[in-house]
Structures are given as C-alpha cells and as structure tokens.
C-alpha cells in the first residue's frame, strides 16, 4: 500500500506542475503580473529574454515586454518531461514553447525549450527557475529556421546551435538552398 501511496503522490504532483505551467501561460498572455509573479518562489528566476530575480524584478521586467515592443502574445507549453523524486521537495522539467506573437505590429512566431527547476512550497509547487531557449523567433512572413532571430534578446537566449556531424549529414541553415522566391522585406532587429 505504501508503494502505491507513494506513486498517486509522484502523478499528484506532476499534474500540480502541468497546472502551474497552464497558470503561467495564462497569467503571461492576459498581463495579470502579480500572479505570474506569484508562480515563482521569493528568490525565483526567470532567465529567457533577460535574466530577472526576485517578485519585483520579475512583475517589472514582465509588465514592461510591451515598452520593447512585444505586445501580444500566446505561450503553448508541451511536451512536458516532469522528473519528481518521491518525498523530496524539487523537482525537474523540460518541455516545449511555441509561441505566436506581435513585434511592433508585425506577426512573429517562437518556439525553444523550457528547462525548469521547481520547489515545494507551502503554497505549492513554484519555479525556482524558469529557463527559456529559444530555437528561432522571427517573423511569419519570413517563415523560420533554426536560429533564425530577429529579436536580440532571444538570439541572446538561443539554443546552442546543433553541429552538423550529430545531425547525419542534415543542412544547417547556414548551409540550405535558397528558396527561390525573394524573401519578405527584413523587419529590424528589436531589443525589448
């Protein structure tokens, strides 16, 4: 019976994780601040666009994605790899972002992954960090590659680019055709 006990705790708490990360998403796309904040431990981190600690730095940096000119957005988190370790009180994600959005006025879309670190607290679980990589983040009128940015704070935060022998032979976007119609008019670099 305690085995059993012990594995409907470790699915308790991987479903408490998939709902934080469903809060946090919601909170970031409907601007309600306080409450993403409130996703984080006291000292918690976000470390993504720009690296921020602690509930005000957090409610600040958030609140103020739209003065660099992200305005909207819509944050899809799946494929979730939750590693809890029964009876202890931390546990391990990662899982997928994809994420469409609005770049002073223009159409983007993002995708990477999250590698998060979380806490048991008296309130529930909690991110002690929340790390964000991202794959590309470009306009969609550009399409998107593998390390294809228009946005310097997320090329800043970019996946390390995968080398070319690990990938059995595949092109990098260094190395691809060109496609044969001219791409879209560049959209400046942004640096929110």
Known sequence: MADLQRRIAVLEDREAIRELDARYCRYLDQGQWDELADCF??????????MVRGRSDLVRFFSGLADGG???FWHHI???EITVHPGADDAHTTSLLWQPCVVDGVPHVAAGRYQDTLTRTP??????VKQVRFSYFAPLNQGW????????SARAAALPRPNASSRSGAQTPDDAPTPSTPPAEPTPTRNP
């Open 41 to 50: 431990t006291p000292d918690g981190t976000f470390d993504g666009l720009s």
């Open 145 to 152: 590659d593998h390390h294809r940015f228009t946005l310097d």
């Open 70 to 72: 992200l305005t909207t």
């Open 123 to 128: 309130n529930g679980w909690r991110y002690q």
């Open 78 to 80: 799946s494929n979730l």
